[in-house]
């Protein structure tokens, strides 16, 4: 399957090293054995396997390979600092492909920068518009199937919800035993799998540490620690209120959302909206990877308890208001308040069963399914 990643790969391979990351099986060593198909003589190394390992370790790969192909090597010991070498000593005229399921650049900050010598690019799950360009189907087709399935590509693909199901389960307990031992201790998998349990009904709502911290009778900071785990390795993203105050949002309280629809609990309701942060997520980074521009994803929340789902920022700037419902077309009180205190941002309703689309004052009324198929990603 052609993901939309695929061309940018290619392109960036021609001038530097490329850091491909993502959750586990979302695609990455399918698009890493494709662009070594492209390049005849390329080697594929994972630092999982002890073949493997030992040729990355004494960097005894073949010199003459035109792609080569570096897999899990955060899981090695001052790997920045080895990876630099790599990349300024590599042969002449060989391309470079770095991929891992951890964030990279999110624990283990020491050692050398790699600043300046690679492009990062992060792979997501399956869109509505991947589905219907690799299938087909129409958008509203390939939203209905991937608030069934999930985009990542085994269960989207699989032949029976059984099989899906089943993917689904073995996930998510090999994520939770295996590995959070990267990062964490062994008598702490137990913790972090209840801790990740619980968040999967927590799913849209702002997020108090320090209450589910009390109902596991651990630590706030422990907790706060265990989010960041769950985080790095694309399990969960955090999406923290709107504020030109970076400092002031982060004191507020965040909301959850999975990488993996499928493994939200919940009304079909939450598990739109769960989709839908996925696809702005995936399109706020794709710019932050492909344009280096300076866009977020937010919600916005305000002391009266006035609230919109999403917020898309660049920069100081909100440039998108979005609010997610199943099938009400009535105009969304709070997106129409925010719509006309941000009048530079375009104000959307994505509505998931919608019968006619229409414009209130500054707000669109939309049907979901094309919508989320316009998005770059």
Known sequence: MKRYLDQRVREDLM???????????????????????????????????????????????????????????????????????????????????VTGSARMDTFRQIGESLAGRYFRLRLHPLSVREWCDATGATPHAALTH?????GFPEPALAASDADAHRWRSDYFSGLVR???????????VNAMRLFAEMLRSRVGSPLSI??????????????????????????????????????????????????????????????????VACHLLKQAQWQQDTRGAAVDLHYIRTKDEAEVDFALSEGDTLTHLI???????????????FAEQWPLAQAVQLVRECRAESDVGRLQIRDAAPWLATLET
């Not at 491909?20 to 999982?48: C, I, W």
């Not at 419902?325 to 009180?333: F, G, I």
Request: charged share 25%.
């Open 146 to 150: 991937l608030l069934a399935r999930g």
């Open 15 to 97: 001038k530097k090293t490329v850091v491909l990351t993502g959750a586990r099986q979302v695609g990455k060593t399918t698009l890493s054995q494709q662009m070594l198909s492209e390049h005849p003589g390329g080697q594929y190394l994972n630092f999982d396997v002890a073949g493997h390992r030992s040729v990355i370790q004494s960097q005894s790969w073949r010199q003459s390979a035109p792609l080569l192909v570096l897999d899990e090597i955060h899981k090695m010991r001052d790997w920045k600092a080895w990876l630099k070498g790599v990349i300024d000593g590599r042969a002449p005229g060989q391309s470079l492909l």
């Open 210 to 275: 320090a209450s589910i911290a009390r109902d596991l009778q651990l630590a706030p900071t422990t907790l706060g620690k265990y989010l960041d785990i769950l985080e790095a390795l694309f399990i969960v993203f955090i999406v923290r209120p709107w504020h030109r105050n970076i400092a002031r949002a982060t004191l507020q309280s965040p909301k959850v959302y999975f990488f993996d629809t499928g493994l939200v609990i919940g009304d079909e309701g939450i598990r739109f909206e769960n989709l």
């Open 178 to 188: 295996e590995d959070v031992l990267e990062f964490s201790r062994l008598h702490e």
């Open 323 to 337: 609010e997610c419902k199943l099938s009400d077309t009535k105009a969304h009180r709070a997106l129409t308040r």
